[in-house]
């Protein structure tokens, strides 16, 4: 892979993270069960982002493996390796959208009760960490290659896309704009990803 590709992939990962980061587990939840619990605003914060600080853990630790598999791969096969990886983007690509075509989202707020602080913070924070990105692991493989510099800035764009996301809808939900909703990418992430990576591994193909 090139300095394009590199770039791609970079593009490619700080679209997918704040994409992701746009359904409403990874926002409206921490808005609607901190109202129901009475906390503050700073309180809601600070939860969202150690839910989303765990969350964004999980993924990149899945997706720096990855990349270590990718690594022992490429490693043997040579530039042939970089088709590889180009074709598992291309194919998980396609499954994503015939995945999003044949069934909408599942992603839905649940509705809860009203448990103690710690149980309801622990529940949110066990929640998003357990429910890694899994759409970024493809794009970790892909950069199995290019070296930790690479990975180092794949988990910090990561990072700041998600959790930085999930803390700006948070605001603006509880400043006022209650009706802040992405219907469109709620109904068909997995499309909208599905087309992200496909064209993430066309550009891999074309310019490895």
């Not at 993270?17 to 309180?43: D, T």
């Not at 390796?81 to 069934?103: D, E």
């Not at 960490?129 to 070296?147: D, H, K, Q, R, Y």
Request: charged residues 10%; aromatic residues 10%.
């Amino acid at each position: 892979m090139n300095e394009t590709n590199l770039v791609t992939l970079v593009v490619g990962a700080v679209t997918i993270s704040i994409l992701h980061a746009l359904l409403p587990s990874h926002w409206l939840a921490f808005v609607l069960v901190g109202s129901a619990q009475g906390w503050r605003g700073s309180k809601i914060m600070r939860i969202a982002f150690l839910a989303g600080s765990g969350h964004v853990l999980m993924t990149i630790l899945l997706g720096l493996t990855a990349a270590l598999l990718a690594q022992k791969i490429m490693s043997s096969l040579g530039h042939f390796g970089t088709y590889i990886s180009s074709g598992i983007l291309i194919v998980l690509g396609f499954v994503y959208i015939l995945l999003g075509v044949a069934r909408k989202s599942n992603h839905h707020t649940r509705p809860f009760e009203k448990p103690s602080d710690k149980i309801t913070a622990l529940s949110l924070f066990l929640m998003l960490t357990f429910s890694p990105c899994e759409a970024m692991i493809p794009v970790f493989f892909a950069a199995g290659n290019l070296g930790w510099s690479t990975l180092v800035t794949l988990s910090l764009v990561t990072a700041l896309g998600t959790i930085g996301s999930m803390i700006l809808l948070i605001y603006l939900t509880m400043m006022g704009y209650k009706k802040l909703h992405f219907p469109l990418i709620e109904k068909n992430e997995k499309v909208v990803i599905g087309t992200i990576l496909f064209t993430l591994g066309i550009f891999a193909a074309l310019y490895g």
